[in-house]
């Protein structure tokens, strides 16, 4: 069975802080691993996603994350955080036909 | 493109009526939709694999005579909510998955907001 395990429920950086959010994931075969961004109140926006080849991907507003199969991990990673990117951030993990297993999520609140 | 939509955005219904949520894909067909509940503070929750044409996979535990889904078009799936109640006040959350695309991303409607008086 396919599993994501984001370990911090809450982190707090300073606005132009970089920022890293874990993600562990246990699957099978190979993943397809996502990263969602949701503001409060709706729906999910896809950052980015990774399906094969390079193993550091780049995503929408500045945010990247690096696969490491050795790791199980898909940490994503934003150098310079801005006030907007307070959010709930999820990892998430998809086999075949889409059907995706999400993470409890990460709150992340920025610091002016 | 790729734009998922849902109606209503927010629905304020009292015990024992039945509401319905459509999801549409804006501007692509998609070969699968999906519904999920996720509750405040909490993640998303699958709730049913949705194929048009066909009955809807309805995952452990989730009671399908109450969470009627209908896929009647590659670009519209319905869920109903029959005879509410407030514990199922929840954020229900559809995606669709683009036909003929090889990687099967998702793509997540706004959300809808019901609240069961």
């Known amino acids: 069975a396919q599993s994501v395990t984001q370990p911090d429920i809450h982190i707090t950086v300073s606005e132009g802080a970089s920022l890293e959010l874990r993600c562990n994931y246990s699957?099978?075969?190979?993943?397809?691993l996502f990263w969602y961004v949701q503001s409060p109140g709706q729906g999910l926006q896809l950052l980015l996603k990774?399906?094969?080849?390079?193993?550091l991907v780049q995503g929408i507003k500045g945010f990247e994350a690096e696969f490491k199969r050795s790791q199980s991990s898909f940490n994503l990673r934003k150098p310079s955080v801005h006030w907007s990117d307070a959010a709930e951030y999820f990892c998430?993990?998809?086999?075949?036909?889409?059907?995706?297993?999400f993470g409890d999520g990460t709150t992340l609140t920025v610091k002016p | 493109g790729a734009v998922v939509s849902q109606h209503p955005s927010r629905v304020i219904c009292k015990s024992g009526t039945s509401v319905k949520i459509e999801c549409r894909s804006l501007?692509?067909?998609?070969?699968?939709m999906f519904w999920y509940r996720q509750f405040p503070k909490q993640s998303l929750m699958l709730m049913a694999t949705?194929?048009?044409?066909?009955?809807?996979?309805?995952e452990q535990g989730v009671e399908k005579d109450k969470f009627l889904i209908n896929h009647a078009s590659l670009t519209l799936s319905t869920l109903t909510v029959t005879s509410a109640h407030p514990e199922d006040s929840s954020f229900y959350i559809c995606?669709?998955?683009?036909?003929?695309?090889?990687?099967?991303?998702?793509?997540f409607g706004p959300g809808t907001r019901l609240t069961v008086l």
């Open positions: 990774y399906f094969s080849g390079d193993t």
């Open positions: 995606s669709a998955t683009l036909q003929g695309s090889s990687t099967d991303t998702q793509y």
């Open positions: 998430a993990v998809a086999g075949r036909a889409g059907k995706s297993t």
């Open positions: 699957y099978g075969a190979t993943p397809y």
């Open positions: 501007d692509f067909q998609a070969t699968t």
């Open positions: 949705s194929n048009e044409g066909s009955k809807a996979t309805y």
